[in-house]
T-cell receptor, first 111, second 113 residues
């Protein structure tokens, strides 16, 4: 079926370094959502992007939606140990369908 | 205290037995979902429902069944036909299908021995 590709699968960073995860689709997305899952926990909604070229910020997190609405990114500035977890993007391919989740990027932060 | 509740948190079953996982929400959401999570596989959609008495297969529905008799409840049955049932199962709900944020339950870790 339709897929939403997410890279990288894993990322290890030193505390204070920046981190970026990317999400790509071959099909135009109606919207894209981002979720964070802490180790041993469940996914928690972070944000939804709807408009072409949209950029949203939440403290150290910056979310972007591509101009063609086929890609998105999540950037974390100056990572902290509290950022550890798996970050998922989820895209809506249109119509009356559920979101399609990427496989996630697992972030480890070394203090 | 609104939310989505899954029970139990851990479940053990013998091979060949059917098992039903509970999911209840009091958020008045129309859409509900079941996902399976395996290491490195992300979230794979098993079934979803947009409205009471209606549900649709997701990407990996084989060996699973669901019902949606009440708006608040969306139980998942893992049947003996599921070849590899040991996994972490997540239930979620949202106001609208795919267009509003999804709220996830705490998950049920099923182990079949």
């Amino acid at each position: 079926g339709q897929q939403v590709m997410q890279i990288p699968q894993y990322q290890h960073v030193q505390e204070g370094e920046d981190f970026t995860t990317y999400c790509n689709s071959s099909t135009t997305l109606s919207n894209i959502q981002w979720y964070k899952q802490r180790p041993g926990g469940h996914p928690v909604f972070l944000i939804q992007l709807v408009k072409s070229g949209e950029v949203k910020k939440q403290k150290r997190l910056t979310f972007q939606f591509g101009e063609a609405k086929k890609n998105s990114s999540l950037h974390i500035t100056a990572t902290q140990t509290t950022d550890v977890g798996t970050y998922f993007c989820a895209g809506l391919l249109g119509g009356n369908t559920p979101l399609v989740f990427g496989k996630g990027t697992r972030l480890s932060v070394i203090a | 205290d609104g939310g989505i509740t899954q029970s139990p948190k851990y479940l053990f079953r013998k091979e060949g037995q059917n098992v039903t996982l509970s999911c209840e929400q009091n958020l008045n959401h129309d859409a509900m979902y079941w996902y399976r999570q395996d290491p490195g596989q992300g979230l794979r959609l098993i079934y979803y429902s947009q409205i009471v008495n209606d549900f649709q297969k997701g990407d990996i529905a084989e060996g699973y069944s669901v019902s949606r008799e009440k708006k608040e409840s969306f139980p998942l049955t893992v049947t003996s036909a599921q070849k590899n049932p040991t996994a972490f199962y997540l239930c979620a709900s949202s106001k609208l299908l795919g267009r509003t944020e999804a709220f996830f339950g705490q998950g049920t870790r099923l182990t079949v021995v």
